[in-house]
């Protein structure tokens, strides 16, 4: 069992910057792949990055070359680096976690965090 709590979001003006993080309980953490979704008002729940359990990373097309995701497993965490934020990457971001890789689609991932809210503003 993996509980997932995200962090760090909040308001930031259009250009600006945010670290969200998701911390995970449990000792397999590590042997997990970590990902990050976000859902829009209206819209549905989109994949934005992953990380698999040997660093290996994916993105989005949409927010290549903007964000970041990392993990540091001694502290359970991952984290998303958002950079160059637009008023479209407004959304509540979720955390999730499951054996081998990330469903982009969604569906199908074990873990689930609560959600955090990232806005911005133009």
């Known amino acids: 069992q993996v509980q997932l709590v995200e962090s760090g979001g909040g308001l930031v003006q259009a250009g600006g910057s945010l670290r969200i993080s998701c911390a995970g309980s449990?000792?397999?953490?590590?042997?997990?792949?970590m990902g990050w979704f976000r859902q829009a008002p209206g819209k549905e729940r989109e994949f934005v990055a992953y990380v698999t359990y040997s660093y290996r990373t994916y993105y989005a097309e949409s927010v290549k070359g903007r964000f970041t995701i990392s993990r540091d497993n001694a502290k359970n965490t991952v984290y998303l680096q958002m950079n160059s934020l637009r008023p479209e990457d407004t959304a509540v971001y979720y955390c999730a976690a499951n054996t081998g890789s990330i469903v982009t689609t969604g569906e199908g991932n074990e873990y689930w965090g609560q959600g955090t809210q990232v806005t911005v503003s133009s």
């Open positions: 449990g000792r397999s953490f590590r042997t997990y792949a």
